[in-house]
């Protein structure tokens, strides 16, 4: 029998390929219905193990062909430095892979940045790394899906951005000029943004606590804060920082900025009128002299 599978090694390897793909694509599919009707996310689990048949593969091949593997390696021993260099790119994305499996900077569902890319991690392997695509501005997915090859995780920061993909601390800035004082009427913005976090106020001061805890150090929220600075050409910036659910950063901020421009707008027409109201009283009073 040993002497039948030595002979026939090439069919015996495919079939081993062939029977282990097929098994670990019917556990694969199982896991993913079990998982849909459970409604959890066990792309982690898929993901984890489909690296591990594929390792499990490529160890007992190995063992396998490993009498011809050495006499291959005998054979190009003069020629070793010469592959080492053109397999580079492959020997550090084996290292990247061997790195992020090691040290667990992210996992499966995560949010990272690696270099300028921004996305969540849909799968690893020891070649590459998938991640979709998300626009740090708006929070949402591009529909784009990148594959960044492992060796980049060793030449980047790596940056873990998960829990941005359920709470943010999101900032922006409204720039006006400075014909209105606002903060005339910066308690009313203050009492909007209270009222617009209201609903996720008591979740937001709990996740609030997690993160600080998880991360110990002190970051900005749940209470929504508002600065009034001035920039370089002479205009007035009103700063919004608010710790709101991912989802709905940008509604909240068009709503306080809606708030902002009505406020300005009104305040100005008030001093518009002012203006003209004291104009016609210097009018009037030449007029009777």
């Known amino acids: 029998m040993l002497e039948l599978v030595a002979q026939y090694k090439l069919l015996v390897s495919i079939f081993i390929i062939v029977v282990t793909m097929s098994v670990k694509y019917l556990?694969?599919?199982?896991?993913?219905?079990?998982?849909?009707?459970?409604?959890?996310?066990?792309?982690?689990?898929?993901?984890?193990?489909?690296?591990?048949?594929?390792?499990?593969?490529?160890?007992?091949?190995?063992?396998?062909?490993?009498?011809?593997?050495?006499?291959?390696?005998?054979?190009?021993?003069?020629?070793?430095?010469?592959?080492?260099?053109?397999t580079r790119?492959?020997?550090?994305c084996l290292i990247g892979f061997i790195y992020i499996a090691?040290?667990?900077?992210?996992?499966?569902?995560?949010?990272?940045?690696?270099?300028?890319?921004?996305?969540?991690?849909?799968?690893?392997?020891w070649a590459k790394m998938t991640i979709l695509e998300v626009d740090i501005e708006?929070?949402?997915?591009?529909?784009?899906?990148?594959?960044?090859?492992?060796?980049?995780?060793?030449?980047?920061?790596?940056?873990?951005l998960n829990f941005l993909k359920r709470y943010v601390s999101?900032?922006?800035?409204?720039?006006?000029?400075?014909?209105?004082?606002?903060?005339?009427?910066?308690?009313?913005l203050k009492e909007r943004a209270v009222e617009y976090c209201q609903h996720f106020h008591d979740v937001a001061i709990r996740y609030n606590q997690i993160i600080e805890k998880r991360l110990e150090v002190r970051i900005t929220g749940p209470e929504t804060t508002i600065h009034i600075s001035t920039s370089?050409?002479?205009?007035?910036?009103?700063?919004?920082?608010?710790?709101?659910?991912?989802?709905?950063?940008?509604?909240?901020?068009?709503?306080?900025?809606?708030?902002?421009?009505?406020?300005?707008f009104a305040e100005k027409d008030k001093q518009q009128i002012a203006e003209n109201e004291k104009q016609q009283k210097v009018e009037n009073t030449k007029l009777l002299e």
């Open 27 to 86: 556990i694969v599919s199982l896991i993913k219905k079990r998982a849909k009707k459970k409604g959890k996310d066990k792309r982690y689990l898929v993901n984890s193990f489909k690296n591990l048949i594929n390792f499990l593969i490529i160890i007992v091949l190995l063992n396998f062909w490993a009498a011809e593997l050495q006499k291959f390696a005998f054979s190009i021993a003069a020629f070793i430095v010469a592959i080492v260099l053109a």
């Open 89 to 92: 790119e492959f020997i550090q």
């Open 102 to 125: 090691s040290t667990r900077p992210f996992r499966v569902g995560d949010w990272v940045q690696i270099g300028n890319q921004c996305g969540e991690v849909s799968a690893t392997d």
């Open 138 to 160: 708006s929070y949402s997915f591009t529909g784009k899906t990148v594959f960044l090859p492992n060796s980049q995780l060793i030449n980047n920061p790596i940056k873990n």
């Open 170 to 188: 999101h900032h922006f800035v409204i720039t006006r000029d400075m014909s209105v004082n606002p903060f005339i009427f910066i308690d009313v």
């Open 232 to 264: 370089n050409l002479g205009d007035t910036n009103t700063e919004f920082t608010i710790f709101c659910p991912t989802e709905q950063a940008l509604e909240i901020e068009q709503k306080l900025t809606a708030d902002f421009m009505r406020l300005w």
